[in-house]
């Protein structure tokens, strides 16, 4: 019931502010209008037994107490039993109609963060676990709605959560790259981080069907299956062997379900319009990123913030959504919608840590101090482990330390390269028990490891490539120019991309690192003929610190 009574609450707190709100009906109507869609999505189609079959086999198996068997036991039996389940699903998409167990949920309580205090409620995130069945009836019914999405193009283009070639480190690159030529041509810039409060668990369903039949075009008995979907859900928390109250759900999209993430991206669709006054966006799941550059003198448009944030404080308290706000510029104070902007030097967006100079000297900071401490712990019980299982604990907990986001330090000081370096070298050593009197390079290539500068070359080189062929974001795509030369040449044909051309001090004075303009034959001989990167074969004229993405 404490879970249920903090929805209410919010929601309290927001319903006066929205009575007084200035929003006219003009400008929902505008919003509307520009996110219409012409086709519609009326029915979804029963599946075949052998796409049902598929759903299963590659589904996780979690198996949740409701569960009358293991999901795990469940496939085992499948081929029996298959039948009983293809007539439960295709029944439920073809009426419209989910089942009333179906939307029974149990509430598994999960600490936030380990080093927050556990008699706290508000430090822990309610995950919804359901049935099995019910997950498979869902992530047919996501299936059919992200292929609907997809071919009629209904998404928010700079949205990069729950979505195909999309991930976190993608929608930082284009912050970072977009800051980054802001910053080139002299300009300052402005970024402030929305965090939305229980942004899951406060969606009202009305405003979602709504969204839904208006402007993705979900109608007839789809519309009626989401309905129902979404219509006398219960839920219970079972913390161990105790189970609480059964309460309902009225509000909110289950977190830990399929179909969770993806309604609550169309919930979201109409933000892109409401973000106007010049002021770039990028969203990621419920954190949005607003940002906007001026010449440092230029106050009043970096002020333009204060009205496009007034704005996005509006609609999201028109649609029941708490807004938290972080901003970081320094010698600027702005009233953003209630929330002061008071002067800092870093904001950590996305789990990576941004300075106002773009350094990352911070981020990398903390992403040695983190991986040494894990490396001790690897190290104390190294003796008991095989090298599979050590190089299993290093991977988990220090490599993807190191890959995560590394595409955004290119071009960081070698100072910088070489803290990283030397955490990829002390996990070598104690995986290999290579002593610290012998060279570190026999050691890394038994383990296949590339250095951390190549690995980071790796990442913008497969950034590139997936955006050349069609496996990336839209917005990287567009930021990428091929080269074509006045005249008939032999390099017209060698897949050659255009370098912008940069600066090499900061606006504020500050001397970057930046690397000449690269071809893929100018890197070591060793890492071009890795496997690894076999598929890059093929000349790629990339600036790295650019990112190699410029117009």
Request: aromatic share 8%; net charge positive; hydrophobic share 40%.
């Amino acid at each position: 019931m404490d879970f249920n009574n903090k929805i209410e609450n919010i929601r309290q707190q927001i319903q006066p502010t929205v009575l007084n709100t200035a929003w006219l009906s003009s400008d929902l109507a505008d919003i509307k209008q520009n996110t219409a869609v012409e086709k519609s999505l009326e029915m979804f189609y029963p599946l075949p037994q052998l796409e049902l079959e598929k759903i299963i086999s590659s589904a996780n198996c979690t198996t949740c107490i409701l569960d009358a068997i293991p999901s795990k036991l469940l496939k085992e039996v499948l081929p029996v039993i298959i039948n009983t389940i293809l007539t439960i699903v295709n029944s439920s998409l073809s009426l419209g109609h989910v089942p009333k167990a179906f939307k029974l949920a149990v509430i598994k309580p999960l600490i936030k963060k380990p080093n927050l205090d556990v008699t706290v409620l508000s430090n822990y995130r309610p995950v919804s676990n359901l049935p099995f069945i019910s997950k498979i009836l869902e992530k047919a019914v996501a299936q059919q709605l992200s292929s609907y999405l997809h071919k009629n193009h209904i998404y928010e283009k700079f949205h990069s959560g729950f979505r195909p070639h999309h991930s976190t480190e993608t929608a930082l690159v284009k912050i970072t790259n977009d800051l980054l030529l802001a910053s080139d041509q002299g300009y300052v810039s402005l970024l402030v981080l929305l965090d939305l409060s229980a942004a899951f668990d406060t969606i009202d369903h009305n405003i979602l069907l709504e969204r839904l039949e208006n402007m993705v075009g979900v109608t007839g008995t789809a519309l009626s299956w989401f309905r129902s979907y979404l219509s006398e859900c219960n839920q219970f928390v079972s913390v161990k062997q105790f189970i609480f109250q059964l309460f309902k759900s009225r509000f909110g999209v289950p977190q830990g379900s399929i179909l969770g993430p993806l309604l609550f991206t169309q919930f979201l669709l109409p933000l892109g319009t409401v973000i106007n006054h010049g002021v770039n966006f990028h969203c990621y799941a419920d954190d949005t990123q607003l940002y906007i550059s001026a010449k440092p003198d230029d106050k009043y448009r970096l002020k333009k913030m204060e009205d496009c944030v007034k704005d996005v404080k509006c609609w999201m308290l028109w649609n029941f959504l708490w807004k938290l706000a972080r901003s970081k510029l320094p010698d600027l104070i702005l009233n953003l919608a209630d929330f002061p902007a008071t002067p800092g030097l870093t904001a950590k967006n996305l789990g990576v840590i941004i300075d106002s100079d773009l350094s990352f000297d911070q981020h990398i900071g903390g992403i040695t101090r983190t991986a040494f401490l894990h490396l001790h712990n690897i190290a104390k019980i190294r003796n008991a482990l095989s090298l599979r299982d050590a190089e299993t604990l290093a991977h988990a907990f220090i490599t993807s330390r190191l890959d995560y986001c590394n595409a955004l330090l290119s071009g960081c000081t070698s100072r910088n390269l070489n803290k990283l370096q030397l955490v990829q070298n002390a996990a070598a050593r104690v995986l290999t028990e290579t002593r610290t009197s012998d060279h570190i390079s026999p050691a890394l290539s038994s383990l296949h490891w590339l250095p951390v500068k190549f690995r980071i070359d790796y990442k913008i080189l497969l950034l590139t490539y997936k955006a050349l062929h069609g496996l990336a974001p839209e917005y990287l795509q567009d930021l990428i120019s091929h080269y074509e030369p006045s005249r008939p040449l032999r390099s017209q044909s060698a897949g050659l991309l255009i370098v912008p051309r940069i600066q090499k001090v900061s606006s504020g004075g500050r001397a970057f690192s930046y690397k000449a303009p690269k071809l893929w034959n100018d890197l070591p001989e060793t890492v071009r003929d890795s496997d690894t990167v076999s598929i890059f074969k093929t000349r790629l004229k990339t600036h790295l610190f650019s990112l190699a993405f410029g117009s």
